[in-house]
């Protein structure tokens, strides 16, 4: 039976009707010599499929077409100017319209007969088209639209396909526009000429329209006007780029973030997703909401953080995801284009123009592919800074509202990593998911293709995979087992070093710089040891996954050599499967990767999750009841800090306070009695267990130890208010600053250093005090805030301030003090002892009761009595006594108000002249600021990174560990080479020869078994070199971190304390935290990453100039682009890498400062304040930060762009020349070209990156080449020096500073041997200043000082301060061990210890906790009372039995039962040495043998006391005097 033919149906029969002639003809278009395509193919398919974009409503195109129309017209009315882009468009357009309807009309007129369907239906189109396109440019001009991806994509579309009717037209003599009427010739010309030139203009952005400009920030972000084309070549980045390549970039040069990316529009979307807000309210509203503090979720509830970031970056990781998929898949193209050159090559008669055709595809592919993966990048890197931002943002707040418990468990160190570290970790773990998502797919699609180049061969090599990667994943593991042990290494190092940084005057006076140092190496010898073990594993596993694409394909093309002999691996099967190979090389090493980096993300997770679900602060501990009577009332109450099981826990229990409102209440006890816990309590900051607290009206807090803030003094004392003068005057006279003021170089514009640190503890507690009374508040809640200012200055504090004739006469004051003189004038008196309260009323119903506090009183007031001169009263019955006391203390506040309303009649009447002395001065000031600068701000270095760097690190690495792995990984990457020419001079022969033995006839004849034993010997050789190459490099990096490492902390202890003055601690702390972390963990990748890379580009330039030596020709040129391109990168990045540094230091110190400061924050209600500054600065640190992703971004569009050049060059070199070039030649060639765009894209980044983290080596050698103290030790102090305790000043001055005055002017006097001297001066008269100058802490510049006749200028500086003793005004103590505070240096027995206790009157206290000597000490000592610490320096005093003691102002903070205890202890113990005595209370020092009285840096007076107090002139007389001893 015959067959029938097969009738084959046309798949276009549609558009042959239309059209009246065939519209697809295959061979016509791709067999013949010159491609031709049918006219009817031109004027449907290719002329309908452009305009689909414009009007197709599909799903992938829902934002497009008509509805891109109506979501125009509901954006809001902004019109932009008419430019003459715009005018183009609409010009062009226009054109476009009367071209079309010409063509249409004639279309038209000439009827169906002579014009098929076809060309009506495509002038119809075309015109709607256009109509719509010029509606879409005039809607979106009134909305504001500047620029239109959708229409440029249309205009590129619709130019590409408008290209083959172009060549058809004037494709040669034969050109059809020859055989058509001229009016169609012409309207095509002028459409074709009309789309290049919108295509053009479509490329660029309509310039912002003025009043826009007003509405934005003042350096908006040029990607929010870019156009498509240059987002996607990152094209907006160009004037940055070049401005930095010009001069050095600063962080005025940068443009601001993006609204979406600013932390409080974060912080707004963070908490919808905490909520699940997700209604119906419109992105600008919500965008208009403020970010507040306040929690969100309800006491107790938990934040799933990982749910939380999921919301608020779904969209934006779905995008992502979409992009990085297509650019993966896209990806898979080369292999096949690859595939087709060789086989192009092979068959001489293809026609050459498909040689061409693929060589431009190969470059579309990886030029589209390379794009997608940029922005991918992009976008995947900015919303892992917005996740970063958003994790910094929630720890802050939180911080903020922290409870004690919380607070104990968390230091400020460890609280600085959720910030600094934990937060990028996080961060990233979107990028980490869409890895994780395409990587294993890429995997399988690899193996897949494999299969149909080689069979079920492919299987060997998935079963070597399937072998490395739970051996790579386990190695993983291990590695990120050892960095979670060594981040805790890492947090106690950090936390060691900031409370040294915090601690350090007290260190340097104690001569403890040493021993605490060697617990940080301690630390840091563990933490070493550890990263030794992590760059073993990780080194193994760089070993194993680098090496595993080799390791595939070896197994691959051994199985699929030796299973059958008619297996042939020629030229083709061989080079698509090497590429295919080296696509899974990415996935393969990056796989182990990307698990550790989700198990590292998870215990960042973990941690973040557990603080930021810590326990708060019930807000509802303390209320506000308008039906309460009263200001401040506490029924029933009973308050805990909460301990841990090793401690005891610490209650106030039956506590009953009512406090009306105006009046004045005074709370008295003995040391740790829970005086400022009660306040604490009324603060909310203790944990309420029962009873009710109301505080009605706003609170002002002023703590025991004051906290201030690093700005001027103006500003910590306005705080955030309107700057009101008069109000500003009275304050600052009241606080008795005015004179303080006088003196600073600045007034009241200078600038305070971190913690007040260039300040006395008297300037700092009335700075704190003047604080509080400007912010006009209901409630004053004073702890304690006279103990730190001298007698005098705290009766006219009390006078004009705080009593009953105050400014504060008005207001409710709760007053904690230690001064029994002040107490007959409060309006009622509070006893407490033991944390309850054991008496309440009036300070004459005490007294009456004769209870405890008449006796606590009348001992007192009699030992002050017994101290006065004999003109001074002595009566022994109490209620008289006390009586004259009270009306003493009347008549003195009667005398000094009297004088109160003088001085604001003075004021008054001469305001409006000083009103214009006091502006007048703000001028002054703020010149004289920009020279007085405390803090200075932190200067990043400009221009190129010194060789000088590089070479410190290079020495720090040592030549041994510099050159050996340079050599193993070049011998590596050549073994790599050897082995790619060995399978292509085999698979050459073995494609031409048809015998089974596969022995080629050609000088290269070699059997399957040697190919393979050769193959594999060079893949072993590979592995062995590069492992032994990471290896000693990674432990070279670690030999030089650590190096660095010591090298900084013993120069940092080592600084003078001028240093520690004008330098936050946060800003040190970012040396010994960021930048060790870069050289422990970034800086090895990077050296190892630069090393190989470089290599390989030589090695692969090298191959591909010797495959085909044509191609050379133009590698000149391209690497010389290549070279420019990188210059232009690197001069920015550098510099915006220092950029980002420094501007990270300021949000590590507002946040340190925060933390210590917290509670007075919280009382003063200003957590809003410090959120949204935390914000700003954190806003600011990251815009250094996205700028140089975006630079990041354009390089390597650049740089894949010059390396696709490279290899479509090479491409069209091996086809123009295929009758000489050999398709193994080409495709070794190629396979090289490949790989060398990710080899220069990588040798660039590494590069850069280089040079942005060897800045890291350049800040920390800043601090190693500063100006250091002197030598700790001298080899000629007598070892006995002091043995009698004199002291001599010889006109003796100093400075704190060079470029400062004089502190000291001219100090001439000597101590005798066992000799008791009181220091006493007004404030700032350089009391504390002499103390410093004896220990060193600052030099003398004329002048000195001699110690049993030995000079201390020549004495090392340990040997002098580690022999002379000191109790100084702010104590301070580390966390650790009580045992460990009192000898760090492991000198004395528990029994010397436990007596210094006893003699401190501490050891009870101790004594009653469960680990003793081993009770844990908090940071700062924050499980401690102040008066307490003061104790521990007390005990550190007496431990060391010195000849020289100096107390400076040792017992302000201690109540006078305890001063007596310790003056007491001081007089038994300290009798044979020279005592010098710096206090308040002139009462300590009027036994003293003789008093120095100072003034403005001069001795006023020395003389003994009763020789001073027998002449009224003096000035000791006048002090005695205010202080009511006389």
């Known amino acids: ?19 009246r002639e065939p519209s697809w003809n295959a061979t016509r278009v791709w067999a013949s010599e010159v491609p031709e395509m049918d006219a009817c193919m031109e004027r449907t398919a290719l002329l309908w499929a452009p305009s689909l974009l414009l009007w197709a409503p599909s799903l992938l195109l829902w934002a497009f077409g008509l509805p891109l129309l109506v979501q125009l017209r509901r954006r809001p009315f902004g019109p932009t100017s008419w430019t003459l882009l715009l005018s183009c468009k609409v010009f062009f357009t226009a054109i476009l319209l009367a071209s079309t309807a010409t063509q249409l009309g004639w279309a038209a007129v000439a009827g169906e007969e002579r014009i098929p369907s076809a060309e009506l239906i495509a002038g119809a189109v075309l015109l709607a088209t256009y109509s719509l396109h010029m509606m879409l440019i005039l809607v979106g001009r009134r909305k504001g639209v500047r620029s239109s991806g959708v229409i440029w994509v249309y205009w590129l579309f619709s130019l590409v396909c408008s290209l083959p009717q172009l060549y058809a037209f004037f494709g040669g003599l034969n050109g059809r526009i020859h055989g058509v009427p001229r009016t169609v010739a012409a309207t095509f010309v002028i459409q074709f000429l009309c789309h290049v030139a919108l295509f053009l203009v479509s490329c660029f952005s309509d310039s912002r329209f003025a009043k826009e400009k007003g509405d934005t920030s003042e350096k908006p972000s040029p990607l929010l006007q870019a156009s498509l084309p240059s987002r996607l070549f990152f094209w907006w980045t160009l004037p940055l780029v070049w401005r930095g390549w010009r001069r050095p970039l600063t962080l005025d040069d940068l443009w601001d973030i993006e609204p979406h990316n600013s932390c409080s529009t974060l912080a707004v979307q963070w908490d919808n997703a905490i909520t699940r807000d997700n209604g119906s309210s419109s992105p600008a509203c919500k965008t208009r909401r403020k970010a507040r503090y306040e929690r969100v979720m309800t006491p107790g509830s938990k934040v799933s953080i990982l749910l939380c970031m999921w919301r608020l970056a779904r969209g934006a990781f779905l995008a992502s995801l979409l992009f990085h998929s297509l650019s993966e898949g896209l990806q898979f193209l080369t292999p096949r ?17 498909h ?149 350090i005057k007290v260190l340097k006076l104690y001569a403890w710089e040493g021993a605490f140092s060697s617990m940080v190496d301690k630390i840091r010898k563990k933490e070493i040891n550890l990263l030794q073990k992590v760059a073993f594993y990780r080194a193994l596993n760089s070993f194993l996954s680098g090496t595993s694409p080799y390791t595939i394909a070896l197994a691959t093309f051994t199985t699929y050599l030796l299973v059958s002999p008619e297996n042939i691996l020629d030229v083709e099967k061989a080079f698509v499967s090497i590429s295919l190979f080296n696509i899974m090389r990415i996935p393969i090493c990056k796989l182990p990767i990307i698990i550790s980096d989700i198990i590292q993300a998870t215990v960042a997770l973990k941690r973040v999750q557990k603080f930021t679900n810590a326990e708060e602060l019930d807000p509802r501990t303390v209320c506000r009841d308008h039906s309460e009577v009263h200001a401040i009332a506490i029924r029933g109450g009973k308050f805990t800090w909460a301990g841990d099981e090793d401690q005891a826990t610490w209650e106030l229990k039956d506590i009953n306070l009512e406090v009306g409102h105006g009046k004045t209440v005074a709370v008295v006890g003995s040391v740790g009695a829970g005086k400022s816990s009660l306040i604490s309590a009324l603060l909310g900051e203790m944990r309420k267990v029962e009873g009710k607290v109301v505080v009605n009206g706003r609170v002002a807090y002023v703590s025991q130890q004051a906290w201030l803030q690093n700005a001027t003094l103006r500003d910590n004392i306005i705080w955030g208010q309107p700057f ?244 193993f990984i070049t011998l590596g990457q050549t073994s790599n080479v050897s082995s790619n020419v060995w399978l292509s001079k085999y698979a050459f022969t073995s494609a031409n020869d048809s015998g089974g033995a596969n022995v080629t006839s050609s000088s290269f004849a070699v059997t399957r078994e040697v190919f393979l034993l050769g193959y594999g010997a060079f893949g072993v050789a590979q592995a062995l070199f590069l492992f032994l190459g990471m290896l000693s490099l990674m432990q070279g990096c670690l030999r030089a971190s650590r190096a660095l490492h010591q090298r900084l902390l013993q120069s940092v202890v080592r600084l003078p304390m001028s ?63 290549n070279y420019i391109v990188q210059s232009f990168y690197i001069a920015s990045s550098r510099q915006l890498k220092r950029i980002a540094s420094v501007s990270r230091s300021p949000v590590y110190s507002h946040f340190s400062e925060t933390l210590q400061g917290v509670s007075i924050i919280r009382a003063f209600k200003k957590q809003q304040e410090f959120y949204e500054e935390s914000l700003r600065k954190i806003d600011l640190s990251l815009k250094a930060v996205y700028a140089n992703a975006a630079i990041n971004r354009w390089v390597t569009v650049s740089l894949e762009t010059v390396g696709h050049l490279i290899t479509f060059t090479t491409a069209m070199v091996g086809v123009v020349g295929r009758e000489y070039v050999g398709a193994s030649l080409l495709g070794l060639a190629l396979s090289y070209a490949l790989n060398l765009i990710g080899d220069l894209e990588m040798l660039m980044r590494v590069s850069a990156e280089m040079e942005a983290n060897i800045v890291s080596v350049e800040r920390i050698n ?117 045992r460990l505070n009192l000898d760090p240096l492991g000198v004395c027995s528990d029994g010397d210890i436990w007596k210094a206790l006893e003699l401190a009157h501490l050891a009870a206290h101790i004594r009653s906790q469960p680990m003793e000597l081993q009770h844990v000490v908090d940071e700062g000592g924050a499980n401690f009372s102040i008066g307490q610490r003061q104790l521990v320096c007390l005990a550190r005093a007496l431990l060391r039995k010195s000849r020289v003691l100096v107390l400076d102002e040792a017992t302000a903070a201690v109540d ?10 001081i007089r038994s113990q300290f009798a044979h040495c020279t005592v010098l005595t710096i206090a308040h209370r002139l009462n300590t020092i009027m036994d003293s043998d003789r008093v120095l009285v100072l003034d403005h840096g001069r001795i006023a007076e020395f003389a003994p006391p009763a020789v001073l107090l027998a002449d009224p002139d003096s000035v000791f007389y006048g002090m005695a005097k205010d202080a009511g001893l006389v």
């Not at 284009?337 to 123009?353: C, H, Q, T, V």
């Open 1 to 19: 039976m015959a067959s029938s033919p097969v009738e084959i149906q046309d798949p276009f029969q549609t558009l042959t009707v239309l059209c």
């Open 337 to 353: 284009i690859l595939s087709r050159i060789i086989k192009f090559m092979a068959d001489g008669d293809e026609p050459e123009w």
């Open 355 to 503: 040689g061409y055709f693929y060589a431009v595809s190969l470059f579309l592919s990886c030029g589209v592919g390379s794009l997608l993966r940029n922005v991918f990048s992009f976008k995947i890197y900015c919303l892992s800074t917005r996740i970063r931002s958003v994790i910094m943002t929630a720890v802050y707040r939180k911080a903020l509202s922290l409870s004690g418990t919380a607070r104990r468990d968390s230091s400020v160190g460890e609280i600085v990593n959720l910030m600094a570290v934990d937060a990028q970790i996080i961060g990233r773990i979107f990028s980490v998911i869409c890895y994780l998502v395409t990587l294993p797919v890429t995997i399988i699609v690899s193996i897949i293709f494999l299969w149909q180049e080689l069979g079920a061969s492919v299987l060997a090599g998935v079963a070597v995979l399937v072998l490395l990667v739970p051996l790579t994943s386990f190695l993983a593991n291990r590695v990120k087992d050892l960095q979670q042990t060594n981040m805790k290494f890492g947090d106690r190092r950090v936390k060691m070093m900031n409370e040294i940084i915090s601690g």
């Open 724 to 967: 009101d003068e008069k109000r500003y005057r009275q304050v600052v006279a009241a606080c008795a600053l005015q004179q303080d003021l006088d003196m600073f170089p600045g007034g009241d514009m200078t600038e305070i250093g971190e913690k007040g640190i260039n300040l006395s503890g008297g300037q700092k507690q009335r700075v704190s005090l003047a604080r509080a009374v400007y912010s006009a508040a209901d409630v004053f809640l004073l702890d304690d805030p006279l103990s730190a200012v001298d007698a005098h200055v705290g009766r006219f504090i009390f006078d004009n301030v705080i009593g009953p004739q105050g400014i504060l006469k008005d207001k409710t004051r709760l007053l904690v003090t230690h001064a029994v003189t002040f107490l007959p004038r409060v309006d009622e008196v509070i006893v407490i002892k033991d944390g309850q309260m054991l008496e309440k009323g009036t300070y004459t119903n005490l007294i009456a009761k004769q209870g405890d506090f008449a006796s606590y009183v009348l001992r007192h007031q009699t030992e002050s009595a017994e101290e006065k001169s004999e003109k001074d009263l002595k009566l022994s019955r109490p209620d008289p006594f006390l009586t004259q006391v009270s009306s003493e203390s009347s008549e003195s506040s009667v005398n000094t108000n009297r004088d109160l309303p003088l001085l604001t009649m003075k004021v008054n009447n001469d305001e409006k002249e000083e009103t214009e002395k006091l502006r007048s001065k703000e001028e002054v000031c703020s010149k004289t600021i920009k020279g007085q600068k405390l803090v200075q701000e932190e200067i990043s270095e400009t221009g190129k990174i010194s060789r000088h760097v590089y070479l410190i690190y290079g020495k720090s690495i040592g030549l041994v560990y510099a050159v050996v792995p340079l050599v």
């Open 1059 to 1121: 240093f520690f003055d004008t330098n936050p601690s946060g800003r040190i702390i970012n040396r010994f935290s960021k930048e060790v972390s870069v050289l422990d963990i970034i800086l090895p990748d990077v050296v190892c990453a630069s090393f190989d890379r470089f290599v390989q580009v030589i090695i692969k330039l090298i191959m591909i100039i010797a495959a085909i030596p044509a191609a050379g020709v133009f590698m000149v040129p391209i690497m010389a682009l």
């Open 1262 to 1378: 800043d601090y190693l080449v500063r100006e250091q103290e002197a030598s700790w030790t001298t080899s000629d102090t007598p070892t006995a020096w002091p043995e009698e305790g004199r002291i001599s000043f010889r006109n003796f001055q100093t400075r704190y500073r060079a470029g400062l005055e004089l502190v000291l002017k001219g100090i001439t006097c000597s101590f005798k041997p066992a000799e008791k001297v009181g220091i006493v001066g007004r404030t700032g008269a350089g009391k504390s200043s002499l103390t410093l100058a004896l220990f060193r802490l600052t030099e003398g510049v004329g002048g000195e000082i001699d110690i049993d006749k030995v000079n201390i200028a020549n004495v090392g500086l340990h040997d002098l301060r580690g022999r002379i003793s000191i109790i100084p005004q702010d104590p301070v103590l580390f966390s650790g061990t009580v």
């Open 1456 to 1465: 006078l039962e305890t001063d007596d205890l310790i003056q007491a202890t």
